[in-house]
């Protein structure tokens, strides 16, 4: 499948994305905010703020100097706090989800745009569960499904970010995702420390079982265990017994 004009810039080599932007530059038409970034997006058909992500998180715009200056920035941290902003307080509006897997699938490949991304992924799954919250808008829904996905396949999701997740047991997200199942299949934890603990809901473990995730003796371990809420217990039973067929 071909790559979008985002993905083209976002992944692009040093020289290629010199000449894309400089050649995009020279055949700007004027503009009276005096706007660089701006003409140059208009150009290339993508919307400004999908620019500066996508130039924002190449990999190799930190030796890139010429390219700062081009777009009309004074520095790379000028650009950088531009492509946060966008990233964090987007949704779905100027950067298409397909834009965003794109961010995911790159930056995991780069240690330092890995941990940056990390940094401000509290912040943009802020915005869009608020968003979610307010207007419960199916489309939006969907997106947020698809992104928290690839969030949790592409390894951009670490331990500290699960942890602040599961610590979260009434959240509704966490549902509406089936998020405990993206991090058992992720691996991140392993699936014994996740059945065991008591912020995941009787009903997260029930459709972990559901699925083929747990081992039937990690379900049976955990039976033994003395303080196993009734509920909890009961569920697991029932499980068993569909297992037994």
Same mark, same amino acid.
């Given at each position: ?33 005096? /706007? ?21 998180? /190449?990999? /190799? ?15 790379? *941290? *000028?650009?950088?706090?531009?492509? +946060? ?13 397909? *834009? ?70 009434? /959240? ?26 008591? +912020? ?46």
């Amino acid at each position: 499948m071909a790559k979008s004009r985002f993905e083209e810039i976002l992944t692009s080599g040093s020289e290629n994305l010199l000449k894309t932007l400089y050649r995009s530059s020279s055949n700007r038409r004027p503009d009276s905010s005096g /706007n660089r970034a701006r003409q140059i997006a208009r150009n290339l058909k993508l919307k400004y703020g999908q620019l500066v992500c996508a130039v924002g998180f /190449n990999s /190799n715009i930190r030796t890139l100097p010429d390219v700062t200056a081009v777009l009309g920035f004074s520095s790379y *941290d *000028d650009l950088a706090r531009e492509r +946060n902003r966008y990233f964090t307080e987007d949704v779905y509006k100027r950067l298409s989800v397909k *834009d965003m897997l794109a961010i995911y699938s790159h930056v995991v490949n780069d240690l330092e745009l890995l941990e940056v991304t990390q940094h401000l992924l509290d912040r943009r799954l802020q915005r869009l569960e608020d968003r979610i919250e307010n207007t419960v808008d199916s489309i939006v829904i969907e997106r947020y499904k698809r992104e928290m996905k690839a969030i949790y396949n592409d390894g951009v999701a670490q331990i500290d970010f699960v942890e602040r997740r599961l610590n979260r047991t009434n /959240n509704g997200f966490r549902a509406l995702i089936n998020e405990v199942a993206l991090i058992v299949e992720s691996r991140i934890i392993p699936v014994g420390d996740i059945f065991f603990r008591e +912020n995941i809901l009787p009903q997260e473990k029930r459709r972990l079982v559901a699925r083929g995730l747990i081992p039937r003796e990690i379900i049976e371990s955990r039976m033994e265990e003395a303080d196993v809420p009734e509920a909890e217990r009961e569920l697991l039973e029932e499980e068993l017994k569909m297992l037994d067929g």
